[in-house]
């Protein structure tokens, strides 16, 4: 139960594997450049702190992780918490609070909470992004439009208050490269998908604003040099006092770093037929936090857009995580003196970016939607994140959690559902797992799994947006989605909608009675095609080699639900 993935997968290593790692690893390691350095500054500490925090943090999730591809780095999920532990306990407070928060994942882990953090309710976590969204794009408005003030107020309303009396001092050379820089960002998926669009307006600005001597604020002005090499490890000051103030934050620390771990965990799993430990995860994410401070780094936890880009460009193994850590440290040593000039404008445009994708404003236009108790806890922990504390919605939130949990339970038939989430197997104890079949090329395979299928459903959509060229045939696999609702049958929906727009062909495989009636009521039967659902995954890969002129293998079955039977 508490292996490691890494030991798990070491027979399975080969020189062609081993070198396709290397190549997604190196890869990543250059996605995940600009975001350390963005969400370290972010966060209230210098730049070479999330470099750190990407390198040592990054190596042990995937040394000691129990996900195949989990890239582990800091995220914008805890910059506002972070950034109010900075201001109030200083950058020994942090690394406090951070060690306090890698126990506490630890303890979660042995005690085998991992399976339970996948009932925490969607909308609780998409309340409390959405909101720490809101905040961070709030945060960078004094960089990007280069206004004059000394000391930005920490409260929402305050801080926009600041914002509007210090508007006549904007620079507008600031705009101006942090406008470019968004409009690289933006674009530059078009060209190429590859070089990630971040690096790409980092260099562009940083050549323009040197070249040209521009006065538009640089790291080097606010943070002076930044050092290109990894400290010596040191334990930080500890003082009991400060310990109990910090229990709190650093609990929030820990539940934040589980959600996104285990979800990232979630969405790879689907994408690659694999399953993860989420027990060893939760240790490994904890011993990453317990030692990545001790160089000096922030908290670190699974990052979802890097772990897609490692699945997307070929990564399988832990390896590749391993050597994203190696190459960013190779990127650190050899050119981090040349950071310093990087324009504070073009981080301030990589954070608001990542704000929009965090924001997920088409999932909560869609839980608005929902059943009125949905909405209530999604608006509750959206306003409380927003308006008072990161800390005071996440207390709030799991409250509610348990409650909508208690009131999902009561209302659930079938048990089976919950005691098989909870057991947390490796994929190897599952005999029909989609890494024992052969997917043809061209064909993509995802599982949507358990009752947290509407979170992985949305950041798997998400995560499609780093693929270079859309699959000609996209499969879902339901077979353990017993029950279905209105928030995953607008999610089936969107699906549906991209792959129309991409020429992608949508077949579902395991439909049960449930959710096969719902999509009857909800028209989507009829949208997807009588023809493209299959009761089994053999059946469903059959028909995609049909489709795409291939030899089949074995018989096909075709399998033509009605109502009648689901009836029976």
């Known amino acids: 139960m508490f292996k490691p993935k890494f030991f798990s997968i070491l027979p399975e290593l080969t020189p062609d594997r081993i070198a396709k790692e290397i190549v997604s690893g190196v890869l990543v390691g250059i996605v995940a450049l600009p975001l350390a350095i963005a969400f370290a500054i972010a966060s209230g500490v210098s730049p070479e702190k999330g470099l750190i ?80 969204a809101v905040i961070i794009f709030s945060s960078q408005m004094k960089d990007f439009f ?24 904007f620079e507008p050379t600031s705009l101006l490269i942090g406008m470019l820089a968004l409009f690289i960002i933006i674009f530059w998926p078009k060209v190429s998908r590859k070089i990630p669009g971040s690096l790409v307006a980092i ?4 050549f323009i604003v040197h070249y040209f001597h521009l006065g538009v604020a640089t790291i080097e002005s606010q943070f002076g040099e930044i050092p290109s090499m990894i400290p010596s490890p040191t334990l930080p000051t500890f003082d009991f006092a400060t310990i109990r103030h910090l229990l709190m934050p650093a609990t929030t620390i820990a539940l934040l770093g589980a959600i996104e771990a285990l979800l990232s965990a979630v ?24 030692i990545t401070p001790l160089f000096g780094g922030i908290p670190v936890t699974g990052a979802i857009a890097r772990t897609a880009t490692n699945v997307k460009n070929g990564g399988r193994t832990p390896i590749s995580g391993m050597i994203h850590a190696v190459t960013l440290l190779g990127i650190m040593l050899l050119f981090g003196r040349w950071a310093k000039l990087i324009p504070m404008p073009a981080l301030a445009a990589i954070l608001i970016i990542v704000a929009w994708n965090m924001s997920e404003i088409k999932v909560f236009r869609q839980l608005l939607k929902s059943p009125r108790s949905d909405v209530i806890v999604l608006l509750t922990t959206f306003g409380l994140t927003v308006i008072f504390d990161l800390t005071v919605a996440i207390e709030i939130g799991m409250l509610l959690s348990v409650i ?37 090329d061209g064909v993509e395979v995802f ?9 992985a459903a949305t950041k798997f959509r998400d995560a499609m947006h780093v693929v270079e060229k859309a699959p000609k045939i996209r499969i879902i696999r339901m077979r353990k989605v017993l029950s279905i609702d209105a928030t995953g049958l ?25 959710p096969l009636f719902a999509l009857q009521q909800y028209g989507l039967y009829d949208e997807i095609g009588e023809e493209n659902l299959f009761g089994n995954i053999d059946d469903a890969l059959d028909h995609a080699r049909e489709l795409l002129g291939i030899q089949k293998l074995g018989r096909m079955q075709n399998f033509t639900p009605s109502v009648e039977r689901e009836k029976k």
């Open 404 to 440: 909508l949990f208690m009131q999902r339970m009561a209302q659930l038939s079938n048990v089976g559902v919950i005691t098989q989430e909870l057991k947390d197997r490796d994929e190897e104890d599952d005999p029909n797992t989609i890494v024992t079949r052969a997917v043809p």
């Open 203 to 206: 260099v562009v600005t940083t």
């Open 146 to 169: 280069g206004l004059s003030i000394d000391k930005v107020p920490p409260d929402f309303i305050e801080k926009w208050i600041a914002y509007g009396r210090s508007l006549p001092s």
């Open 267 to 290: 969405v790879s799993d689907g994408m690659i037929g694999s399953r993860h430990k989420s027990n060893m995860e939760l240790i490994a994410q904890g011993a990453a936090n317990i």
């Open 447 to 455: 599982e949507i799994s358990g009752p947290f299928f509407f979170g």
């Open 490 to 514: 607008n999610m089936m929906r969107e699906m549906q909608k991209d792959c129309n727009k991409s020429g992608t062909k949508l077949i579902l495989s395991g439909v049960h009675a449930q």
């Open 53 to 132: 925090s990407a390198v040592v943090g990054g190596f042990i999730v995937s040394f000691l992780g129990g996900s195949r591809v989990q890239i582990g780095g800091p995220t914008g999920a805890f910059i506002v918490i972070l950034f109010g532990i900075v201001q109030q306990y200083g950058i020994n407070g942090l690394l406090l609070a951070t060690i306090m928060a890698g126990v506490i994942l630890m303890i979660m882990g042995f005690a085998q909470f991992g399976s339970l953090i996948k009932f925490i309710p969607y909308p609780v976590i998409v309340g409390f992004t959405s909101g720490i």
